[in-house]
């Protein structure tokens, strides 16, 4: 097996950088922060901006130790997200909402089947719109600029130079 300099398994798909990689899958978006700042940009003016905070809300309440902290966590979440008097209320399906006593005893994966929901409508609803976007095709446009800037070409003629000799 090779291993890119960070220990990580080398493959094609770890050669991709940025917008390059986003586009391959919103999973790929969803692990990078630039572009999980840039996918909540482009929600923001959509108005749907709380589906991306909600689904990085429970990916990190599956990380909380504790009872008292995944109660505090999961209510915060209710509150946040899946409450009728919620501030930044998430659509999801009516019969698959959480009722206040569920809280009482958290678990990591209890908004597991609403993350996924949420996940899919983000999957086949926005982030194909997200593609199509001048957020995401500035950036794009942004980063095929550095590569093909002075400093990035005289890198990579040295660099062949070096191995073609």
């Known amino acids: 097996e090779i291993n890119d300099g960070e220990g990580h398994p080398s493959s094609s798909h770890q050669t991709l950088k940025g917008t390059s990689k986003w586009a391959t899958s919103l999973e790929n978006l969803l692990e990078d922060p630039e572009g999980v700042k840039r996918f909540r940009e482009f929600l923001k003016k959509e108005f749907s901006e709380e589906n991306v905070l909600f689904w990085l809300a429970c990916e990190e309440f599956k990380k909380t130790q504790g009872k008292k902290q995944m109660q505090e966590k999961a209510k915060e979440i209710y509150m946040t997200f899946l409450s009728s008097k919620a501030s930044s209320q ?42 199509k976007s001048d957020i995401f095709l500035n950036h794009k446009k942004s980063e095929e600029q550095e590569e093909n800037s002075p400093e990035a070409q005289t890198a990579a003629k040295r660099a062949s130079r070096i191995y073609n000799t």
Request: glycine share 2%.
């Open 90 to 131: 998430v659509n999801v399906e009516g019969q698959s909402r959480l009722n206040e006593t569920i809280l009482e005893t958290p678990h990591p994966l209890m908004f597991q089947k609403l993350q996924d929901q949420i996940f899919n409508l983000m999957k086949y609803d926005s982030y194909s719109r997200f593609l």
